[in-house]
């Protein structure tokens, strides 16, 4: 320090300024130096498109932000494309530190000298440092953090990494941001398939956008072209047939193509990237312009079958809309969906976001709930017109389908077959109204249930996904799932950001008892269950060769139909987004014909698989009328499953055991026959 001292004093006032403007430019660089150092190496993360891939690892669609990227390797490039944007951009690139002085110095007088920020003399690291960190504004402030942002890009990276987010960071016009991109723009081909001529073209183009694109100004591009293709061929990069070749060649511009959404299951591809918004927590633009890749759980082949069968049912003339859902029950992964007729027309989804009074779909709840207050599907009530009377002012007078009553006890599982409103009620206000209100959430059921009366007709607003979880969990037998439409996300290069679990299988519910309700939901396609009204699956019953379990529901101003089969559930709703009422008689039909179509679809050349019976559930034939076991000479016998110790041990009146299975009644039928 006395040196330093000692040499200030003693050394003249022209050597100590000298000596000053050396240090300043050598401190100043190794104070930067230090700061590049401390802060590492910056984030190259740009925006690229987002891709939606199906449960068979195929594409399905691609999402963009603002910028539509698709990043390519530099051996996916044309290696003339290359030769032509070094050339023309950065000669020196692999040979400099992130800076030409030349021209830096060449600018720098003639900005000096104009007092302007006029010319470039941008490296293409510089270019690639503005392209991710900073604005396009000629500003000495924005010089400067350039700078430092290129001394850092420099340091941390190597020239081919820098090259390749340079390739994949140009803008090219026309809302185009990378190379393959522009490709297939311009020329509808990748950008590993251009010829010399195609790449000099492209080449040319991100000096000027607006200037250089052929679709802009195509003279004035073909010139700038051409005298790239010289340059090329004045280094060596091209030879001689080459040079001639490409100059003769005619480019043909690929037709401009509308911006559209891919075609395949574009309700789904919304909720879809709605849900990898909540798992990555990032917003839905983030998600789009994030390079994701996300794989989800749509099998196209049902949502063909779905699409197909909504598209041929209310494409009638009429505004009359739709909403349908497929999912695995074993898993809850959404297999298909389809939010409206018609995705260019609304992009509301109507399986998801809308709320519609759940009819009669809301019973098999409602009867898992009997079945734990000790009903079977033997347990009688008397299906007649009832006032129900809570108390001096309060009054509440259900009313059956078109007022037919059976004015006698009925059986559960009859009850249910035909969708006895009076039973509902009777059984609803028995285990008391607060019951199915509360067992609803364990269901999947998120909206609000109220603990009224009428809940057990379906006067709440539920949407049809949470119908469908909710009836996944009784084709499932009681485990617990959660709706889900995507299994795995990974970033661009392949590393795994999320993966779903599915392992876990806790049992919520009673397995053999969602046993008993799966076999009463069979009823509503079995004829033999026909009494004072017809099964409600009556209309497509005679279609179905497969087993299923159901149940269909309606309001003045819904329709639904949902089903299940040991390996898919599938709902739908049909109706008016304003709510009018449906009046139509083949209206009222469109949800179940969509629900019966496409599950024979699907599950066609399969073998029919029976619904599992668990170890301490067992199958009885009982007579329909009086819940008791059908006896052989039953002619209306119909089998449901019963908890093992729940069963009915007498026989129907009209053949009772001593007429029948009985000893002496095997002996006299032995001699009416001899």
Not at 25 to 47: N, Q
Not at 335 to 364: C, E, Q, W
Not at 386 to 393: A, G, R, S
């Amino acid at each position: 320090m006395r040196t330093i001292r000692k040499w200030l004093k003693n050394t003249p006032l022209k050597w100590k300024i000298t000596g000053s403007i050396v240090a300043l430019p050598i401190v100043s660089y190794l104070m930067i130096y230090i700061c590049v150092l401390l802060l590492g190496p910056p984030s190259l993360a740009y925006e690229e498109n987002t891709i939606f891939y199906d449960m068979n690892e195929e594409m399905i669609g691609e999402e963009s932000g603002a910028e539509n990227r698709q990043p390519v390797s530099l051996d996916e490039v044309s290696p003339s494309f290359i030769d032509a944007l070094i050339l023309t951009e950065d000669q020196h690139f692999f040979s400099h530190n992130g800076f030409d002085l030349k021209r830096i110095a060449a600018a720098a007088l003639s900005d000096i000298k104009s007092l302007s920020l006029k010319q470039g003399a941008s490296t293409i690291t510089q270019q690639y440092a503005r392209n991710l960190y900073l604005t396009h504004d000629k500003t000495w402030t924005r010089k400067l953090k350039e700078a430092f942002f290129t001394m850092r890009l420099e340091h941390f990276y190597s020239k081919e990494e820098l090259l390749t987010g340079y390739i994949n960071t140009i803008y090219f016009g026309h809302g185009a941001h990378g190379i393959e991109a522009a490709s297939m723009h311009f020329f509808n081909k990748h950008a590993g398939d251009l010829t010399i001529a195609e790449s000099v073209m492209l080449a040319g183009i991100p000096k000027g956008p607006t200037y250089y694109s052929p679709r802009n100004d195509e003279e004035k591009a073909t010139e700038r072209q051409q005298l790239i293709l010289e340059r090329l061929h004045k280094a060596d990069k091209i030879s001689d047939e080459e040079f001639g070749e490409a100059q003769s060649e005619k480019l043909v511009l690929a037709p401009v193509k509308e911006k559209k959404r891919e075609a395949v299951a574009p309700h789904f591809q919304d909720i879809a990237l709605q849900e990898a918004a909540h798992i990555l927590d990032i917003s839905e633009s983030n998600v789009r312009s994030g390079g994701y890749r996300i794989y989800t759980t749509l099998n196209r082949d049902v949502q063909n079958h779905l699409d197909e069968e909504v598209q041929q049912a209310l494409h009638d003339g009429t505004d009359i809309e739709g909403g349908a859902i497929s999912m695995d029950p074993r898993t809850g992964g959404v297999r298909a969906l389809i939010g409206g007729k018609s995705y260019d027309d609304s992009h509301f989804n109507r399986a998801v976001h809308a709320k519609r009074m759940a009819g009669s779909t809301m019973k098999p709840m409602l009867y898992y709930a009997a079945l734990d207050h000790q009903f079977t599907p033997s347990t009688k009530l008397i299906s007649e017109p009832t006032t129900f009377q809570f108390d001096e002012n309060e009054s509440y007078k259900p009313r059956n389908y078109n007022g037919y009553y059976a004015n006698e006890p009925v059986t559960l599982a009859q009850a249910l077959a035909l969708s006895d409103n009076i039973y509902a009620v009777k059984t609803h206000l028995f285990i008391g109204p607060s019951t199915l209100a509360e067992l609803g959430e364990t269901f999947g059921i998120t909206s609000e249930l109220p603990e009224v009366p009428s809940l057990a007709l379906g006067t709440a607003s539920i949407s049809l996904i949470e119908l469908v979880t909710a009836y996944s969990h009784i084709a499932n037998y009681g485990k617990e799932i959660t709706n889900h439409t995507i299994e795995t996300i990974t970033d661009a290069r392949g590393n795994i950001l999320y993966e779903r679990s599915n392992n876990t299988n806790k049992q919520v519910f009673d397995e053999n008892k969602m046993a008993v309700l799966t076999s009463l939901l069979t009823g509503m396609f079995n004829p033999a269950l026909n009494g004072y009204m017809e099964v409600t699956g009556t209309q497509v019953a005679d279609d179905l060769t497969h087993t299923y379990a159901g149940k269909s529901g309606s309001t003045s101003y819904d329709s639904w139909m949902i089903g299940f089969s040991p390996t898919l559930v599938t709902g739908v709703w049909v109706g008016f987004d304003d709510h009018r009422a449906i009046e139509k008689t083949s209206h009222t039909t469109f949800a179940k014909e969509i629900w019966a179509n496409t599950m024979e679809k699907v599950h066609h050349g399969q073998p029919s698989k029976e619904f599992p019976i668990p170890s301490g559930s067992v199958e009885v034939a009982i007579d329909p009328a009086s819940g008791l076991r059908s006896s052989s000479y039953c002619s209306n016998a119909a089998t449901f499953v019963y908890e093992k110790g729940t069963e009915p041990n007498e026989y129907c009146p009209e053949h009772p055991i001593e007429d029948d299975e009985s000893p002496d009644g095997i002996f006299k039928r032995l001699f009416d026959l001899f």
